[in-house]
């Protein structure tokens, strides 16, 4: 996972819930309606500041699913979203597209693999209709992470997924892979925290690779990545045998780990360097 900071305005300001919210509910025609949900607001704006509070320790899974805020349905507040901020010509786009442009690259923060093209609400929108617009719980992502992910939501603190604006666990390597022997060679990828983290953090990694379907995408991309430099790698091997392939793969695993220690490529290159397998020749085989 990538951390993002959280979403601000063009004075680097943290966008406010309350703001985005009548942002999106300025332009209701329906005088009742509109009155309804701007009744919400301070209800909108609480939630939100209780939000970051508990996502800053970890506990958002405390938080309880509703079916309606204030006289607002659920319907009426996720339409917010739906009407007011994702069309084009919606008052709300502008806070939209911003969003979307916060990963680097277009890359997804929840998988750092596929490109961004929606915004995928953190908590789901249908059981917590208070954050439907809160740009805390709106987080661009790709198609893969957004349809694996779905209306998922953890009641326990381990069963959580990673939040790319609160979480930041990259400062130790916790990603890990092992090469598969197999002709041609794979890659299987899973959890391994180092054993100082707390029980919570070791399993929330775990079901962030799991409830996204990340052992999947990253042994395919490992796959496709292995077919590009399989010539490279030939080419070291005939020239200086597993010796010059496993320098080769240390200095690239140098800069993947220095943008990024837990990449599924880094994890790629670690599990091929403290293989005898693969850096003998293992890589060849198709």
Known sequence: MKHLARPTDKSAQLLLAGEV?????SMVRNPALKAKLRAARPKVEAEAADYAD????????????????GAASADEMVSVYTSRMVPKS??????????????????CPFCGIGTVNTLDHYLPKQD????????????????????????YHSSTEGGQILHPYFDDFDDDIWLSAEVIESAPAAFRFFAMPPDHWTQPRKERVAAHLRELGLHRLFSSNAGSRLSEIRARLTGLFQKGGATEVRAHLHEELTSLEADQKNSWTA????????????????????
């Open 128 to 151: 917590f209709p208070v954050f439907s617009v809160s740009p805390d719980n709106l987080v661009p992502a790709c198609t893969w992470c957004q349809g694996e992910k779905m209306e």
């Open 267 to 286: 994890a790629m290159y670690r599990a091929a360097i403290g293989s005898d397998w693969f850096c003998q020749g293992g890589f060849l085989q198709s």
């Open 21 to 25: 919210f009548e942002t999106c509910v």
């Open 90 to 107: 919606a008052s709300g786009r502008a806070v939209y597209d911003h969003i979307m442009s916060l990963p680097a690259h277009g890359r």
């Open 54 to 69: 508990q996502a800053e320790q970890g506990r958002l899974y405390t938080k309880l699913k509703h079916s309606a805020v």
